[in-house]
T-cell receptor, first 114, second 114 residues
Framework: AQSVTQLGSHVSVSEGALVLLRCNYS??????LFWYVQYPNQGLQLLLK??????LVKGINGFEAEFKKSETSFHLTKPSAHMSDAAEYFC????????????FGTGTQLKVEL | DAGVTQSPTHLIKTRGQQVTLRCSPK?????VSWYQQALGQGPQFIFQYYEEEERQRGNFPDRFSGHQFPNYSSELNVNALLLGDSALYLC?????????????FGPGTRLTVT
């Protein structure tokens, strides 16, 4: 069975500081990995995805993530936080042969302070 | 290009009642998935429809049912509502042929059961 663990339900950074949101997954088959962002009272927006190929993937709004198979991780980073990055971030996994059903983590609330 | 749309935006129901939520997929998409997001949690997969048939189902009781129409739009029906059904219901669409693993989410329907 697949699962996703997001370490830290709340993360606070200063504007301009590095953003690091952690995600570890468990999957018995090669995973497809995703990061979604959710602003208050809105749906989910896809930030970036890893399916195959290059393990460092770049997404929208300056975010990127690296798939590390040996560590079963897919951490999300952004070099410099902006106030507009404050939102909830969800890591999700699906896998080949399993349809495209997504299994989500419990989310990390990112707060950006002046 | 219209994205995923959902209706209604909000609704309030009483325990024991029945509710129907609606979803129109993104243009060009033929697969619709439904997710339930309880407050403070990540979305949980309910089921997926493709070619007007339920293809995958998550761990939800039979009170949750759905339908997909020839124009690919979909409905989620919940019978005998419980207080615990209060949540944000998200619809996601994808294309079975291309980019299947990339799902686009709608803004959600906020259901409150009193």
């Amino acid at each position: 069975a697949q699962s996703v663990t997001q370490l830290g339900s709340h993360v606070s950074v200063s504007e301009g500081a590095l953003v690091l949101l952690r995600c570890n997954y468990s999957s018995s088959v090669p995973p497809y990995l995703f990061w979604y962002v959710q602003y208050p009272n809105q749906g989910l927006q896809l930030l970036l995805k890893y399916t195959t190929g290059a393990t460092l993937v770049k997404g929208i709004n300056g975010f990127e993530a690296e798939f590390k198979k040996s560590e079963t991780s897919f951490h999300l980073t952004k070099p410099s936080a902006h106030m507009s990055d404050a939102a909830e971030y969800f890591c999700a996994v699906s896998f080949t042969g399993g349809g495209n059903k997504l299994t989500f983590g419990t989310g990390t609330q990112l707060k950006v302070e002046l | 290009d219209a994205g995923v749309t959902q209706s209604p935006t909000h609704l309030i129901k009483t325990r024991g009642q029945q509710v129907t939520l609606r979803c129109s997929p993104k243009s060009g998409h033929d697969t619709v998935s439904w997710y339930q997001q309880a407050l403070g949690q990540g979305p949980q997969f309910i089921f997926q429809y493709y070619e007007e048939e339920e293809r995958q189902r998550g761990n939800f009781p039979d009170r949750f049912s759905g339908h997909q129409f020839p124009n690919y739009s979909s409905e989620l029906n919940v019978n005998a509502l419980l207080l615990g059904d209060s949540a944000l219901y998200l619809c996601a669409s994808s294309s079975y042929g291309q980019g299947f693993y990339e799902q686009y989410f709608g803004p959600g329907t906020r259901l409150t059961v009193t």
